[in-house]
T-cell receptor, first 114, second 116 residues
Framework: ETGVTQSPTHLIKTRGQQVTLRCSSQ?????VSWYQQALGQGPQFIFQ???????GRGNFPPRFSGLQFPNYSSELNVNALELDDSALYLC?????????????FGQGTRLTVV | GDSVTQMEGPVTLSEEAFLTINCTYT??????LFWYVQYPGEGLQLLLK?????DKGSNKGFEATYRKETTSFHLEKGSVQVSDSAVYFC???????????????FGTGTQLKVEL
């Protein structure tokens, strides 16, 4: 069984541009969550998708948006990039989102905004 | 809202030393508690978890006990190895999403360096 894979691994963008990050969930997993991890900090919850619907959202502005596809893969889109958006973006997949559900993380996409 | 507080690092130990990384939490409900580990250049890996009060999670020699009375979930290992060098994150899971799902709330992480 394949794990969670994210692409690209590294990305450099200019302030004001738009970016799309991609995540393939682990086989059989129907839930994908996205997290932002700033340097030296813990991951912060952005949003979660369950069976193609947004299941909840953290304290991030609307320029952070997402999609989940019928095969449960997912995209994170960020518009009007700001310097503070520079971070490691982590995708986690799980089977459902119960309280005790284990989330499996990808290796992340390192986004640098200049 | 929910929050997790971890001891600041880096923590530097000699090989075979005893490890404790403190973690306390604040939550309105009855969360599940987790420790994740992040090796350089990698994503997060689940190390252990506990789902209710007095549960002990354990894996690879690491242990943590869910203490509801002190709202703590301290990570311990009796004898660390150089290969344990990584960043350790304490996290809680508490149902709170509008769609009924749960999210993870993480601490800021504690870097562990183990030297020969």
């Amino acid at each position: 069984e394949t794990g969670v894979t994210q692409s690209p691994t590294h990305l450099i963008k200019t302030r004001g541009q738009q970016v799309t990050l991609r995540c393939s969930s682990q086989s059989g997993h129907n839930t994908v969550s996205w997290y932002q991890q700033a340097l030296g900090q813990g991951p912060q919850f952005i949003f979660q998708y369950y069976r193609e619907e947004e299941n909840g959202r953290g304290n991030f502005p609307p320029r952070f948006s997402g999609l989940q596809f019928p095969n449960y893969s997912s995209e994170l889109n960020v518009n009007a990039l700001e310097l503070d958006d520079s971070a490691l973006y982590l995708c986690a997949s799980s089977l459902g989102s119960g309280l005790n559900t284990e989330a499996f993380f990808g290796q992340g996409t390192r986004l640098t905004v200049v | 809202g929910d929050s997790v507080t971890q001891m600041e690092g880096p923590v530097t130990l000699s090989e075979e030393a005893f490890l404790t990384i403190n973690c306390t939490y604040t939550a309105t409900g009855y969360p599940s508690l987790f420790w994740y580990v992040q090796y350089p250049g990698e994503g997060l890996q689940l190390l252990l978890k506990a789902t209710k009060a007095d549960d002990k999670g354990s894996n690879k020699g690491f242990e943590a006990t869910y203490r509801k009375e002190t709202t703590s979930f301290h990570l311990e290992k009796g004898s660390v190895q150089v290969s344990d060098s990584a960043v350790y994150f304490c996290a809680l899971s508490d149902r709170g999403l509008t769609g009924g799902g749960n999210k993870l709330t993480f601490g800021t992480g504690t870097q562990l360096k183990v030297e020969l």
